[in-house]
């Protein structure tokens, strides 16, 4: 019984939090949950709609067309031009859409997806409930965890039907360089097989001229990676000629401060969208219709917010970095530009799963061990600094005191 899932397990993160849940008094910052509420103008919306007798009913399996088209028109703001009515899903957020897509594009002969490691603890058992089987390639932390495309091409074959990552990327922080996503679009349409790119965190790119607003230029690449204080984002998604290879996912989960509410979406071409809607039938018939009305207001008005919380993320940010300054001894670590993570390394190096339990044992503070992102993750643990400041200093707190540093 139950033998096909032997291989499938609960998401670490999760894992960590249900342990903390028995531990009085636990400051965690393992799971990505922002410590904002959701903007006004979206639970008022939601409440409206409440109201009104409108959310009791399905929506369609893709979604309100309402929704839909919103969608449709802040993607055209960004150069990606998407029929609302063809090739937009709403979906029960980014996970689903994610899982939707994998189970529509694996075969028996084609089954292999291409991760990066570290990144996102549940792609890989996306990839598995699907039927695939994960391929993890390794950034490069010493070139600031960036692709090593040797290693990646070795890794592609006859088999490979996705790569699948998160930019920015989570547990990172890191942004890929347009650079590196266009030599990924070189070998999809190659090797024909899809990119899966899951976008989640565009919003919070820190020190970006124009922060959250997709890099429109497809000219000149090696320029767009420069220094950190001009790091703007690009999508694969902006050229038309990639639309049949592109799956890109977005969820307003983190943006928005929504994680509860259960709602994103996906975007391809008409053929790819036609056989992933299947799927995403079948899994949920369709995203919660309440979700799907405050999303409408997210995507309309919520774009105040979505700044205030990016600035106040960047203040969170610099403040656990000169919390870990302190700590140059226990740790070291990459400065991210983008998420609400960071991912530092255990000096010396040790088992990452035996310290987030020691640390949550004896310091009461919750946090991801690195492995659980990726062989590659290993002697690094992953923290949110999307919690409040009053949470981020007393965790730092407890860090110190754990290494007995005053």
């Not at 291989?7 to 008094?25: F, G, V």
């Not at 690009?234 to 000629?241: H, N, V």
């Not at 969208?273 to 409408?296: F, G, M, R, W």
């Not at 960071?342 to 061990?369: G, H, M, Q, T, Y």
Request: aromatic residues 10%.
């Amino acid at each position: 019984m139950f033998s096909r899932l032997r291989k499938i397990n609960l998401s670490p993160i999760k894992q960590i939090e249900l342990l903390a849940s028995k531990i009085p008094d636990v400051v965690s910052l393992a799971q990505g949950v922002p410590s904002f509420d959701t903007p006004e103008v979206v639970k008022k919306a939601a409440i409206k709609a409440l109201n009104r007798g409108v959310v009791a009913k399905y929506s369609l399996t893709c979604g309100l067309s309402e929704l839909r088209e919103t969608i449709e028109q802040k993607l055209a703001e960004d150069e990606m031009y998407y029929d609302f009515e063809k090739e937009i899903i709403v979906t029960a957020g980014s996970i689903e859409a994610i899982t939707s897509a994998l189970i529509a594009i694996i075969e028996p002969k084609k089954n292999e997806v291409v991760l990066f490691s570290p990144s996102y603890t549940s792609y890989a058992e996306a990839v598995k409930v699907a039927g695939g089987k994960p391929i993890f390639v390794n950034l490069t932390e010493a070139d600031g965890w960036r692709i090593d495309f040797k290693s990646l091409e070795r890794k592609i074959n006859s088999r490979t039907a996705a790569i699948l990552f998160c930019n920015p990327n989570n547990p990172t922080g890191t942004i890929f360089p347009k650079e590196d996503l266009l030599k990924i679009a070189a070998l999809a349409e190659k090797k024909k097989f899809f990119i899966i790119s899951d976008e989640v965190y565009k919003d919070f790119i820190y020190n970006s001229k124009v922060p959250g607003k997709i890099d429109t230029s497809l000219q000149g690449s090696a320029s767009l990676w420069g220094s950190a204080d001009k790091q703007q984002f690009f999508s694969l998604a902006q050229i038309p000629e990639l639309r049949k290879r592109v799956i890109r996912i977005f969820s307003l989960s983190k943006a928005y401060a929504m994680t509860g509410w259960r709602i994103g979406f996906l975007h391809s071409d008409e053929e790819v969208v036609k056989e992933i809607l299947k799927v995403h039938d079948s899994l949920v018939t369709c995203a919660p219709v309440i979700s799907q009305y405050a999303a409408i207001a997210a995507l309309d008005f919520g774009g105040e917010e979505v700044e205030k919380f990016r600035q106040q993320y960047q203040e969170r940010r610099d403040l656990i970095c000169r919390h870990f300054d302190d700590l140059k001894d226990f740790f070291s670590y990459q400065k991210p530009n983008s998420s609400y993570f960071i991912f530092p390394k255990l000096l010396p190096k040790r088992d990452s799963w035996k310290f987030a339990l020691d640390l949550l044992e004896k310091a009461n503070v919750a946090v991801v061990p690195g492995v659980a992102f990726g062989p590659s993750g290993e002697s690094h643990i992953r923290m949110s600094f999307g919690r409040s400041e009053k949470d981020i200093n007393e965790a730092m707190r407890r860090i110190k005191k754990f290494f007995k540093y005053d």
